[in-house]
């Protein structure tokens, strides 16, 4: 650490001359070749949703006709995409992702700061054990707890009910320790002042530790929904009635139930991924920082 | 009170034990839930491993260890488990590797970042079943995009999801480009933070790409793999989705995860108990690897 450092202002006066065109010359070609490899990767990066978008442009004949073809013969056309949004229930599935995922990301965000705050900033009896049990949680994978959540939901009659849905999965231990470590930063100065004037502990949670800590808020709130919208087993388990489903486990049943139709199977996935990609072209920055800062807790 | 010699540990008294009850107020919704979905499953699974409980709620008799014993004698048991670490094993190593390879070329001045990110991360925001319908698809053996491939290099067809040699790999590729986005963006990040002059000071020594990435940038994301090591081999034990999506476990169990024989066990065998005892053993598994982590990272910084 303290070598470079040292260095560096004792070779700048006399090196300048030498250092300059030094690193420049070692870039250019290097660079220009990692651009292509990069970019020709990119580029493959990219076909699963070109070759799903194309299929889903084409009649079913043209998709299942061979030899494949990326221009159909018959022309490119959103037969598919009607069909789907007539017959399917792909609306009310979206609805239904939605509505569960903001419900989920909402309590979530809810409990997991109010006890990550209580745990960062209340001198309270037994927090440390508390704190110990959160943590040590983390490594209990959800798919153990499927039988057991099963039986639980079923003896409670909650079984094909929004409440299944959301309910589980509003425990995100890793969340509770993210926040927790940012609360810790935060000067304890602010809320001394606070106290000072009288103020309770909920007005300060509410209204000085919240809004410094919005980044963070959004960071686990982009995580939970992200991670509410995609999930798979839980709900594919703990609903059938086919006006509940969520829209991953939606387009499981229109899998078995289409069969061969390759364009309206395409047109279906596509409709599925749209809203997560509208959210990430806007929410582009906050999600790549939010995988940098919660990522490795986050999983 | 009413003296000054009191009021000083009657006040403090008095402040702990608000605090005692904000504390816990506080924490009180949290802990609702947290005992409700997460405890108490943990320990009815528990206490149902040991009954023969069905789905129809018949034969909830204590069996004692019973379940366990079968399972350790039961082949598929002992197969799926073997799919799982196999699927683990060969899916962690691509995307460690593959994330790291992509972020260093990224991370040495590109033009245009932002649109890497958005090529290698995008998949990472699909739900699973639209990564296996898209990878479904291009793994048809005549209309897909993969055999057309192979074709045009004139090697044969590939019957991807259908040979049990080749589905697991097959699983395995779509796996690799759904998910190494996460571990790209997390190696970019930790390369990011590798401070400048490291670098500076080794071009100045004469040390070229090569060497400055083995000797300076890997030594540094020492940490950064560790966790991503780790990280990406609790994922992958955890493999359902995307292979009971596009192999049902199939061909003939070839492809069957542990977690989709949990699955199986309780609502297609219809045998709760039998198949908590499973989860169990599963989760015996990701204990002990935790474990194992924790010795080898605590020894590291020690």
Same mark, same amino acid.
């Given at each position: ?24 010359? +070692? ?30 442009? +084409? ?56 006890? =990550? ?9 037994? +927090? ?9 949680? @983390?490594? @209990? ?29 509003? @425990? ?7 926040? +927790? ?11 001394? =002042? ?59 049943? @229109? ?45 | ?7 000083? &540990? ?83 190593? *691509? ?6 390879? $992509? ?11 932002? $649109? ?32 057309? $491939? ?6 044969? *067809? ?5 040979? &049990? ?29 590798? &401070? ?37 081999? $609790? ?68």
């Amino acid at each position: 650490m303290a070598t470079p450092t040292l260095s560096r202002p004792a070779l700048q006066p006399k090196g300048s001359t030498e250092a300059a065109p030094n690193r420049p010359p +070692k870039a250019p070609l290097s660079r220009i070749l990692a651009t292509v490899v990069v970019s020709v990767l990119a580029v493959a990066w990219l076909v699963p949703f070109a070759w799903a978008t194309v299929t889903a442009l +084409k009649s079913e004949t043209d998709a299942a006709s061979t030899p494949i073809s990326w221009i159909p013969a018959s022309g490119f056309t959103l037969d598919a995409f009607a069909k789907v949004l007539q017959s399917g229930n792909i609306p009310t599935w979206t609805l239904n992702s939605l509505f569960t995922s903001a419900a989920i990301t909402a309590i979530t965000l809810v409990i997991s700061a109010s006890v =990550a705050y209580a745990i960062s900033r209340i001198d309270f009896r037994g +927090k440390r054990m508390l704190m110990g049990v959160i943590v040590a949680s @983390i490594i @209990i994978p959800p798919p153990v707890l499927i039988i057991p959540l099963f039986q639980q939901m079923q003896s409670l009659n909650l079984i094909d009910t929004y409440w299944a849905l959301i309910l589980p999965q509003v @425990i995100h231990s890793p969340m509770v320790f993210v926040l +927790k470590k940012f609360f810790d930063q935060i000067p304890r100065e602010l809320e001394e =002042a606070a106290l000072m004037d009288g103020a309770g502990r909920l007005r300060i949670f509410t209204t000085i530790v919240l809004p410094l800590s919005r980044p963070i808020l959004a960071a686990v709130a982009i995580f939970v929904f992200i991670g509410a919208w995609n999930n798979f087993l839980w709900p594919f388990i703990a609903t059938n009635e086919s006006s509940l489903l969520t829209l991953p486990v939606g387009l499981q049943t @229109i899998k078995s139930a289409y069969g061969i139709q390759y364009a309206q199977n395409m047109a279906s996935a596509l409709l599925a991924a749209l809203p997560l990609i509208v959210v990430f072209l806007f929410f582009q920055r906050q999600i790549i920082r939010g995988v940098a800062t919660t990522g490795l807790a986050g999983t | 009170m009413s003296t000054a010699r009191t009021t000083a &540990p009657a006040a403090r008294s008095r402040r702990s034990r608000r605090d005692n009850i904000h504390g816990w107020a506080f924490s009180a919704p949290f802990l609702a839930f947290f005992l409700m979905f997460l405890v108490w499953p943990m320990v009815s699974g528990a206490v149902m491993s040991l009954t023969g409980k069905s789905l129809t709620g018949a034969n909830g008799g204590f069996i004692g260890l019973a379940n366990y014993a079968e399972a350790f004698g039961d082949s598929d048991m002992w197969r799926s488990l073997g799919n799982t670490l196999y699927f683990t094993l060969i899916s962690t190593v *691509p995307l460690v590797v593959i994330a790291l390879a $992509l972020a260093a070329i990224v991370n040495m001045g590109l033009p245009a970042q932002w $649109l890497w990110r958005l090529s290698f991360f995008s998949p990472f925001l699909l739900a699973s079943t639209v990564v296996s319908l898209f990878f479904a698809w291009m793994y048809n053996p005549e209309l897909g995009l993969f055999n057309d $491939l192979l074709a045009k290099l004139g090697i044969p *067809p590939v019957a991807w999801l259908n040979d &049990p040699a080749v589905a697991m790999w097959a699983i395995v590729i779509a796996t690799v480009w759904w998910t190494v986005g996460f571990n790209f963006l997390l190696y970019l990040a930790a390369l990011q933070n590798i &401070p400048q002059q490291h670098y500076e000071a080794a071009s100045l020594d004469g040390a070229g790409g090569w060497r400055q990435f083995f000797s300076i940038s890997l030594p540094q994301l020492g940490p950064t793999t560790v966790m991503i090591v780790i990280l990406q081999i $609790l994922a992958s034990l955890k493999v359902f989705d995307q292979i009971y999506q596009m192999t049902e476990g199939g061909p003939g169990g070839a492809t069957r995860s542990i977690v989709q024989y949990v699955f199986e066990a309780g609502f297609t065998g219809y045998r709760l108990g039998y198949s908590a005892a499973i989860s169990y053993i599963f989760f015996g598994l990701i204990l002990v690897i935790a474990l194992a982590q924790a010795f080898i990272t605590r020894k590291r910084s020690a």
